[in-house]
């Protein structure tokens, strides 16, 4: 994932108003004993969840592995300074389910190790953790993508086609008309085993503001860069956390009551590469990779890739990258 350099965007000093109260109250009857947290700045808001996970769990060393792959990942290190409280607050070393927003992230962490920058009231960066056991977890990232779409853009019947598309397997575009779109923001997940369950960390950051100019836009960003106050005018980064929270929970519990197969419909109305030739590149195997042409996904979250060769294949989710073949993105 990437977003916007540390310096860019409105980095104004006026507070931010997080009404964590009353997004801890919305959460608690679907995740009993939540915490919401506010930090003025920390390294990764999944590193620090991952950390509390591993120390209530008394195992400093268990794996962090993605949904699907369940591969050790390397460990990184977390710090934090907190920037708001209260009765519903700051936890050390539980495994209870908790809401961390970050004000600023110093070493966000996207997928495969990427870089997400983030700047104060500029971004949103936020993860959550909770125990999850679902029977299957392909396909979570793109659920996710689902519940955070619908919530910044509710799907209305007869409406000409979604601004905000979905590009597999862990980010949010924003369309435009002729043109392929434009990154908004992305999602990373990471799992810990504690005892005999599993914790799951949902790192989500999406860009708030427009950048203060053309230059200031990350290098990574082949597409272009896209914010949330295109669609929603003076959307402020509190309010936009409010407006995704709690459906964002609400489909984290359907998951993992239903899996991938109640997202399916939804997905495939904002799947970004349906019908556009691609290349999947295998993360795991260096240098295998499959071009052709995206037909969208399975019941489990599988990209199907037409080949060249007319070979359909399916990429599973966690295993590899996916790029327009027109250019890196």
């Known amino acids: 994932m990437n977003a916007q350099p540390a310096d860019a965007g409105l980095t104004t000093q006026a507070p931010l108003h997080w009404a964590s109260e009353v997004l801890w109250q919305q959460l608690e009857p679907y995740l009993p004993g939540i915490s ?44 934090a300074r907190a920037a708001e409280g209260g009765p519903y607050g700051r936890r050390s070393d539980d495994t209870q389910p908790c809401l961390l927003v970050a004000e600023h992230q110093t070493l966000g962490r996207g997928r495969h190790g990427r870089d997400w920058h983030s ?29 955070l779409a619908d919530a910044l853009e509710p799907p209305e019947p007869d409406a000409p086609a979604p ?56 290098r990574e960003l082949a597409h272009g860069y896209a914010c949330v106050q295109e669609l929603i005018p003076g959307l402020q980064a509190p309010a936009a956390l409010h407006r995704v929270a709690l459906p964002l929970v ?3 519990l359907q998951f993992e009551r239903e899996g991938f197969a109640g997202f399916v419909l939804a997905y495939a109305r904002r799947d970004l590469l349906l019908g556009r030739p691609v290349v999947a590149t295998d993360a795991v195997r260096a240098g295998a990779s499959c071009n052709g042409v995206a ?23 966690g295993e590899v990258s996916v790029r327009l073949a027109t250019a890196a993105g």
Do not use: C, H, Q, Y
């Not at 999944?46 to 990942?73: F, V």
């Not at 104060?120 to 993508?145: C, E, H, K, N, Q």
């Not at 489990?300 to 989710?317: K, M, Q």
């Open 36 to 79: 919401v947290e506010v930090l003025a700045s920390v390294e990764s808001t999944n590193s620090l969840l991952l950390e509390r996970a591993r120390l209530g769990s008394g195992r400093r060393d268990a794996p962090i592995t993605t949904p699907g792959e369940l591969d050790a990942m390397r460990e990184r290190g977390t710090g």
């Open 295 to 317: 037909e969208g996904v399975t019941p489990l979250g599988a990209l199907r890739v037409r080949g060249d060769d007319g070979t359909l294949r399916e990429v599973i989710s």
């Open 119 to 147: 700047a104060r009231g500029a971004s949103l960066t936020f993860s959550i953790g909770l125990p999850m056991a679902p029977r299957d977890w392909s396909g979570l990232s793109l659920a996710v993508g689902v519940a």
């Open 163 to 218: 601004r905000i598309g979905l590009k597999w397997p862990n980010d949010l575009w924003l369309v435009d008309a002729g043109a392929p779109g434009r990154k908004l923001g992305g999602v990373l997940i990471e799992t810990v085993v504690v005892g005999d369950r599993r914790m799951v960390v949902v790192g989500v950051g999406l860009n708030i503001a427009p950048l203060p100019s053309a230059a200031a836009a990350p």
């Open 250 to 252: 609400r489909a984290l």
